[in-house]
Each structure stands twice: as C-alpha cells, then as structure tokens.
C-alpha cells in the first residue's frame, strides 16, 4: 500500500517535470508510385495491367509537436510534400515492350500527412540523443488521384532514425526515414502504394 501510494505521488510530478517541444523542418525524398489495378478470377491484371510512376524526388515541409521524457517523446504533427511527378508508366499486363505514359494530375502531385510520432532514444548523451523514430496516420493526395472514390482508405507509416543535437536554445534534428502509403478500397484488391526513403531535417524547441 505504501508503495501504491509513493507511485501516485511520483507519477504527477514525474510527468510536470518533462518538457513539451514544438518542431520545424523540411526534407528530401526519392520514391516511386505504384498502381495495382487488380486481378480478375483468373488471375489476370485488370485494365492495363500494373502501374508505375517514375523514380521521382519529393521535396517537402513539416510541423510537430509533443511531449519528452528522458528515453522517450511522443507527439503529433502534419507534413505537406509534393512529389515531383505527374504521369505514371503503364506496363501492359507485364508484357515486353515499351510502356505507355498518362497522366495523373495536370500539375505535380501533392500530399498532406497527419500523423502521431514516437521517439526512443537508445543512446543518450550531454546534448545529444539518438534512436529509431515511428510515424503513423493519414494521408491524401489533394491533387487527386485514378479511383479516388473507390481506393479511399488512406494510411501511411514511416520509420526512421532520429538523430538530435543540441545548438544552444535549439536543437537539431536530422531524421533519415522510409515512408509507406496505402490507399485501398472495400470489396476491390486494386491499391495505390506511394514508398519512398528521405531525410529530414528541423529545428526543435523545448520548454
């Protein structure tokens, strides 16, 4: 009972005594968009069969925010990226020859993230940590996208080694990361994934 009772008293001035933090950075992609049309019955593509976007560079910006503790952080943030790429290759049911070229959107796609992040940072030192990061949560492409309606179930994760050192006031965070996006729909195995492998890069502020 005593114990219960210093636990209870512990835990509320345990948790005041951390540090909310608030972040700002940008960062470089490189990835490729893939369009699974699906199969029919027998096992054959539908449409024109898979697919592919180019391998194309992202270039995007983001904000967080969240609370720290000594070997951990949890927090949320929005990210908006644009991917520097309108057309898509289409393979014609995996047959050889050239693929034939169309267009996603008439301008460059573009994407807003939400999500919910957590940090463990497995070395620890003066002004320094270090430990793989996890993202999870929503994304859209407001530039639209083939099947929007039917493919509308969106989630994406992400994880990631972030790296923080600290620069007087600031710190600096430098976060190498491999992103995964989904978008599926009921009663269809058609799917659009989005992957790609980037780094980050902010300044974080604690108080």
């Keep these: 009972m005593r114990t219960l009772v210093l636990l209870c008293l ?3 001035l345990n948790l005041a005594a951390q540090n909310w933090w608030a972040e700002g950075g940008a960062g470089f992609r490189s990835g490729i968009w893939k369009y699974g049309l699906g199969r029919d ?9 898979l697919h ?3 391998f194309s560079p992202f270039l995007g910006a983001y904000l967080q925010a969240g609370r720290q ?4 952080s949890l927090g949320a943030g929005a990210g908006y990226m644009i991917f520097f790429d309108n057309e ?4 014609q049911n995996q047959l050889p020859g050239a693929p034939t070229l169309y267009e996603i959107s008439d301008k460059y796609a573009r994407f ?4 919910g992040r957590a940090e463990w940072y497995a070395v620890r030192r003066e002004g320094f940590r270090m430990g793989p990061s996890l993202q999870l949560g929503w994304f859209s492409p407001v530039t639209g996208y083939p099947q929007r309606e039917l493919l509308n179930r969106r989630y994406f994760a992400e994880g ?9 006031k600031l710190w600096l ?11 599926f729909g009921k009663g269809t195995d058609a799917r659009h994934t989005i992957s790609s492998l980037g780094l980050l890069a902010g300044l974080r502020y604690y108080w």
């Design 10 to 12: 512990w835990l509320p």
């Design 41 to 49: 019955a027998a096992g054959v593509y539908a449409g024109n069969g």
């Design 52 to 54: 592919y976007s180019h």
């Design 69 to 72: 503790w000594p070997a951990f």
């Design 88 to 91: 898509m290759r289409v393979q």
């Design 112 to 115: 807003l993230h939400l999500y």
């Design 160 to 168: 990631g080694l972030a790296c923080q050192a600290r620069l007087d």
């Design 173 to 183: 965070c430098v976060n190498p990361a491999y992103q995964w996006n989904v978008a």
